[in-house]
């Protein structure tokens, strides 16, 4: 399943932090100890080599991967015009058959975050929300099965 390409505005500020972070700070102080450790004599055996390479290797990945994604991004800097139903970026309140309170944030594929209670817009809890509005119910197929929700409240 191919994922969106939207973001918030704040998702779209800390990507491209990170992406500045790594190229301007990160790199240099890697291939700086990296070429430390190269100075050191035989490689084969140098575990400060082998350890930096390896890291130059996973900050080069997440680089690339950071300047692909910022290129393809769609930042959503407006607010739906109907604010009633479920879009992306909106704040919802859930309430499941036993009275449990869930309150999530739609946001972008590279935003989610379960401590902050944002949810990827293409996860099928957020699918199942899409275009709903307060007083709906809502199944959502859940790793433990079909669960039904009620929308409690909708904000922006």
């Known amino acids: 399943m191919k994922r969106s390409n939207l973001i918030t505005e704040e998702g779209a500020i800390r990507l491209r932090n990170e992406l500045a972070d790594l190229w301007k ?4 102080a890697v291939t700086k100890a990296l070429q430390a450790a190269a100075a050191e004599g035989d490689r084969s055996e140098n575990a400060e080599y082998i350890y930096r390479k390896k890291q130059l290797r996973e900050m080069d990945r997440r680089i690339r991967y950071l300047q692909k994604r910022t290129r393809e991004m769609q930042v959503v800097e407006h607010k739906p015009s109907d ?57 959502v197929a859940l790793p433990e099965g079909r669960k039904l929700f009620f929308i409690n409240k909708v904000s922006y």
């Open 25 to 28: 700070n990160q790199r240099p």
């Open 83 to 139: 604010q009633s139903k479920i879009f992306f970026g909106a704040q919802v309140e859930l309430e499941d058959e036993g009275g449990n309170i869930y309150n999530y944030r739609l946001v972008g594929s590279d935003e989610f975050d379960f401590k902050k209670e944002y949810i990827s817009i293409d996860s099928p809890m957020a699918r199942a929300l899409l275009k709903k509005e307060v007083d709906d119910e809502v199944y």
